[in-house]
């Protein structure tokens, strides 16, 4: 069992930064590919970007390309997600999930979840 609690999500404005977390419990972490999705209001879930195991290989969603980054610390058992250049279509509550080993890009191929955090940007 892995529990997930992200935290960094807020109020900002256009062109902001923010860089959310990821914290998990247990010993899988290490072993473990992370994602974030979104989901903004009256939308479906989205996939944001993800990484592997080691932190060798990342993807990420060509909203996003150029201007989130996807890191990990391992030794801290937490993952991060850095964003820059928000923009109000950025809006969406941020969950951060995980999967054994290798990355993956779908909503399905993910086995535990966060409680999602909350990211709102004005114009």
């Known amino acids: 069992q892995v529990q997930l609690v992200e935290s960094g999500g807020g109020l900002v404005q256009a062109g902001d930064s923010l860089r959310l977390s990821c914290a998990a419990s247990?010993?899988?972490?290490?072993?473990?590919?992370m994602g974030w999705f979104r989901q903004a209001p009256g939308k479906e879930r989205e996939f944001v970007a993800a990484i592997n195991w080691s932190g060798a290989n990342t993807n990420y969603a060509d909203s996003v390309k150029g201007r989130f980054t996807i890191s990990r610390d391992n030794a801290k058992n937490t993952g991060y997600l850095q964003m820059n250049s928000l923009k109000p279509e950025d809006t969406a509550v941020y969950f951060c999930?995980?999967?054994?080993?290798?990355?993956?890009?779908?909503?399905?191929?993910?086995?535990?979840w966060g409680q999602g955090t909350q990211v709102t940007v004005s114009s």
């Open positions: 247990g010993r899988t972490f290490s072993s473990s590919a």
């Open positions: 999930a995980v999967r054994p080993y290798i990355q993956a890009v779908e909503i399905a191929k993910y086995s535990y």
